[in-house]
């Protein structure tokens, strides 16, 4: 029996780690495939058949469903005989049309680990399908589904990252891992609050594997774990053990309950943690109480903010989320949670819009709610009793704005400094957004150039572009790249003579030199020399009495 597992993830760096666990769980010879969204799903469908293989098991999420369904139809259309296996948290709920309509004749449900391999051993002794655990299939034109199992041993599972054929691609790929599975909090929005109890595996194994992908090479190693420190006294002894370790040149990336991070592990991070090590996703959802209620989560506003202005004081880079679109969050009370975590300025704010996801209590309340959503996967809201969808339109122009001026990295100082005033950032991402709707400008294609020029056209319209908004414009522009850049206003400055003068203060670098490489403009009330040197950038602040390092 030849058995092939297919992975169809979103990005080339993705690996999909479910299908590798199937693998290293299974009893019989099994083989990993994976693609991509973006790949031809006919190159797929060719590449899949040529495998003759007897089984073929797909990992289905909302990203990739639509595609592995019209792969799938076409595999039993061609390929009748081959058995179909979906599995993953896409088809654990709602899955009845996938069996009813021949798409896929097993589905797993959940975990699956232990439930495919006795599958497999089933299909392959003609043994009993109703002693499989957490499966669903059709007899006898009824549909069947089994004992739901859970794995409270995980230290009972083989070992998914030591395959011979993967080591040549961990240095290319984020790297997942799990330190537990399941979630102790209840948030009706997400699958993994229905995950009890939560589930440990045992540090000094998790930290071996970590080694193992180290030493072949990962860059990225992005826990799976919904609540890292869901259990605070493994969390802490977890972050300690990786700051001793100090990999060289890996990140690290967690999901993180702020408001329930304990003051020792802050203190450990601000002491001992370097940068560039570990990042932190911090979900905040709604700072409205009545939505959190609403959402049966459990949050403590105040304590998350104070925890993430202490985590600023550390190396993490830190990333929060929000989600538009929850019951009792109206468009007034979501900008204000918006403006109130924006002002935070952590590095990244990730404005989501709530997904109905099949098996979440909120899908199966909707009603309760008026929801109204796209019934194609991701399930997007589209509005609801407290906000409509012309509001929703609105927030997601937001969302538009906030990735490319915020999120990318790009004007950190000018948009810090356009709205820590006003304290009204929603106000602003959205007028800018209506000035490129107004000026049909494209929020797709565009080079650093144009939206550096757009902004500053947009300041100009608005009487906004005060000498201090333009010099930090100027210096976000300037010290993001590493070439000389072409630059998007009229720069007027005749460099020789400045230079000259400048170097007669720092005579650090020859004339020749500051001449061929620098870029000179004005810049409050003196100039801003950029040194673009092959092997590094140096600004400097220049004015006739003094001269020095930005």
């Not at 990992?59 to 792969?71: A, D, E, L, M």
């Not at 304990?262 to 939505?291: H, M, W």
């Not at 949670?337 to 909707?366: A, C, H, Y």
């Not at 004007?411 to 602003?428: A, G, M, S, V, Y």
Request: proline fraction near 3%; include cysteine.
């Amino acid at each position: 029996m030849k058995i092939s597992l297919i992975g169809i993830n979103s990005k080339f760096i993705h690996t999909n780690i479910a299908i590798r666990h199937i693998k290293a769980n299974c009893d019989f010879p099994t083989s990993i495939y994976e693609f991509t969204i973006k790949d031809n799903p006919h190159d797929i469908i060719k590449s899949i058949i040529s495998m003759n293989s007897d089984v073929i098991g797909f990992s289905c999420y909302i990203w990739n469903i639509n595609i592995i369904k019209n792969v799938a139809e076409e595999i039993k259309r061609t390929k009748p005989q081959i058995t179909i296996v979906f599995g993953g948290p896409e088809v654990s709920y709602e899955y009845e049309d996938y069996l009813y309509k021949g798409i896929a004749d097993f589905i797993i449900i959940n975990e699956g680990e232990i439930a495919f391999n006795l599958l497999i051993n089933s299909l392959k002794n003609n043994l009993s399908l109703l002693d499989v655990p957490n499966l669903a299939f059709i007899q006898k034109k009824e549909i069947k589904k089994t004992s739901t199992h859970q794995i409270q041993d995980l230290t009972s599972l083989k070992n998914p990252y030591r395959f011979n054929e993967d080591i040549p691609h961990i240095k290319n790929k984020i790297q997942y891992i799990e330190l537990s599975r399941g979630c102790p909090f209840h948030c009706s929005y997400c699958l993994a609050s229905l995950d009890k109890p939560v589930r440990f595996l045992p540090l000094y194994q998790v930290l071996d594997d970590i080694d193992y992908l180290v030493t072949h090479g990962a860059k990225t190693i992005k826990f799976l774990d919904r609540s890292f420190n869901a259990n605070p006294i493994i969390a802490l002894e977890f972050f300690k053990a990786l700051i001793d370790k100090n990999y060289s040149s890996t990140v690290f990336q967690f999901e993180i309950n702020a408001d329930t991070l304990k003051d020792e592990v802050i203190a450990l991070l601000k002491e001992s943690l370097k940068p560039n090590y570990f990042r932190f996703e911090i979900g905040v959802q709604s700072t409205n109480d009545s939505v959190n209620k609403a959402i049966h989560r459990i949050q403590n506003t105040e304590k998350l903010i104070r925890n993430v202005n202490n985590l600023k004081q550390t190396n993490i880079d830190l990333h929060l989320d929000l989600i538009a679109g929850l019951p009792y969050e109206d468009y007034n009370s979501f900008k204000k949670t918006f403006n109130q975590i924006f002002l935070l300025f952590n590095k990244e704010l990730q404005l989501g819009f709530l997904k109905m996801l099949k098996g979440t209590i909120i899908r199966d309340e909707s009603y309760k709610y008026d929801y109204s959503y796209n019934l194609s996967p991701p399930y997007e809201v589209i509005s609801n009793r407290f906000i409509s969808e012309r509001e929703l339109n609105e927030i997601r122009k937001v969302e538009t704005m906030l990735e490319i001026y915020w999120n990318k990295g790009f004007f950190k100082n000018t948009i810090k400094l356009l709205t820590e005033r006003t304290e009204q950032p929603f106000d602003f991402f959205l007028q800018l957004c209506n000035f490129y709707e107004l000026e049909d400008l494209s929020t797709k294609r565009y080079q650093l150039y144009d939206i550096f020029y757009n902004l500053m056209n947009y300041l100009k319209k608005n009487h906004r572009l005060s000498d201090e908004v333009f010099d930090s414009l100027k210096f976000d522009y300037l010290t993001y790249h590493n070439i000389k850049p072409k630059l998007f206003w009229e720069n007027k400055i005749h460099k020789n003579n400045i230079l000259r003068n400048f170097h007669t203060k720092i005579p650090d670098y020859k004339i020749d030199i500051l001449f061929k490489y620098s870029l000179v403009c004005e810049y409050k009330r003196g100039y801003l020399i950029v040194l673009y040197l092959p092997e590094k950038k140096k600004y400097f602040y220049y004015n006739i009495d003094e001269a020095e390092n930005v």
